[in-house]
């Protein structure tokens, strides 16, 4: 399985963006879907989740910013990203953990500048 995530850009502060990851097949019984980041010089942070019961979470500094979603029958997850700030610039990577694997996008940028 594979994931392709794709739909970064360049953004002035203020613009949205929306990612998406895309599996090449049915990933079954995932127990986390997640959007990480990693800015140059930092460490790799989980920013948004959705967990099998449903549940979410979201690092305290994109609350009310950002938003995941996930459409099943397009094998899709989403992050709508609003609001954007300079501090909001890295490589975003999509991940999906089941029982069989922990699977991995391959990054897309975003960069927030004036």
């Known amino acids: 399985v594979q994931l392709q995530a794709s739909g970064g850009g360049s953004v002035q502060p203020g613009g949205s963006l929306r990612l998406s990851c895309v599996a090449s097949?049915?990933?079954?019984?995932?127990?986390?879907m997640g959007w990480y980041r990693q800015a140059p010089g930092k460490q790799r942070e989980l920013v948004v989740s959705?967990?099998?019961?449903?549940?979410?979470y979201s690092i305290e500094s994109v609350k009310g910013r950002f938003s995941m979603s996930r459409d099943n029958a397009k094998n899709t997850v989403y992050l709508q990203m609003d609001n954007l700030k300079p501090e909001d610039t890295a490589v975003y990577f999509c991940?999906?953990?089941?029982?069989?694997?922990?699977?991995w996008g391959q990054g897309t940028q975003v960069t927030v500048s004036s």
């Open positions: 991940n999906i953990v089941n029982f069989r694997s922990n699977y």
């Open positions: 097949e049915n990933i079954p019984f995932p127990t986390h």
């Open positions: 959705i967990f099998s019961d449903g549940s979410t």
